[in-house]
């Protein structure tokens, strides 16, 4: 993404629900399976002593169900703690499953600290005879890890002091080097704004990523960057970028300040 300087210079607590046929559910009625309902925890909290809970989900009957299963990831997408994690009607204490044939299908999720405190999304999935594939349902439910939360810090910032702007145009990366003590996964948004040179500002947030995307070279590294874009037509002289970071429980940073000269 370019932007152009000039527009925007726990023993575990759970709190359950068992939810009726609702939002959550994202087609009742398909061709070969209907959904009764869906349990799980609307918050969950991580304990060293049991840091699991089971998720289950209800047929009216399973008689063309050859699969089912869930995956369980950040709302945001960021974070993916597991894309099949299988199903079973058994009454097998090891996937959380009460009794067996009752069409409730049921698997046991562990979580731990590592993972990062968010709101997360469990979606189901059936498989029938006929190996066709559907989502069934959505369920969201909050993650606190327990851990003490620290605000994330800007530890550098990288990009050029002075720009020699050409015709039509030039480019430049903006890079912020961020950590977490509660880890990277912690790291819920990187951005700047600028302040132009009369000092004059819109406010807008503009955002960077570390997803290996839009000008940032390797994802993951802790180096959140963009490509910024100026053009004769920008006024000349130094803008003022202000750079802040927030993590998942919206604790921001200290701001912190980096100036760039057009000529």
């Known amino acids: 993404m370019i932007k152009n300087i000039c527009a925007v210079l726990f023993s575990i607590v759970l709190l359950f629900s068992c939810d009726k ?21 609307n918050f969950v909290v991580y304990s060293p002593s049991d840091s699991s809970f089971v998720a289950a989900i209800t047929f009216t009957n399973s008689e063309f169900i050859k699969d089912v299963w869930l995956s369980l990831s950040t709302t945001d997408g960021l974070v993916t703690i597991t894309k099949s994690l299988k199903m079973f009607d058994d009454g097998s204490a090891a996937s959380g499953d009460q009794t067996a044939g009752d ?10 600290k590592s993972n990062p405190f968010s709101d997360y999304n469990i979606e189901f999935y059936v498989k029938n005879l006929n190996n066709n594939i559907q989502k069934v349902a959505v369920h969201k439910f909050l993650y606190d890890n327990g851990q003490f939360n620290a605000a994330p810090i800007i530890e550098n910032v990288f990009a050029p002091d002075t720009i020699v702007v050409e015709s039509p145009k030039s480019i430049f990366r903006v890079i912020a080097e961020v950590s977490d003590s509660n880890g990277a996964q912690d790291i819920s948004s990187v951005w700047f704004t600028s302040t132009r040179p009369d000092g004059s500002s819109s406010g807008a947030k503009i955002f960077l990523n570390d997803l290996g995307l839009d000008g940032d070279e390797t994802a993951g590294d802790g180096k959140y960057s963009i ?37």
């Open 21 to 41: 046929i609702g939002d959550e559910i994202v087609e009742p009625q398909v061709s070969f399976v209907k959904v009764q309902n869906i349990s799980a925890p």
């Open 103 to 112: 069409n409730k299908y049921s698997a046991k999720i562990i979580l731990s």
């Open 227 to 263: 490509v910024v874009e100026v053009t004769p037509a920008n006024t000349k002289g130094t803008y003022r970028f202000d750079f802040q970071a927030q993590d998942r429980r919206q604790t921001l940073s200290e701001i912190i300040s980096y100036f760039i000269t057009l000529e």
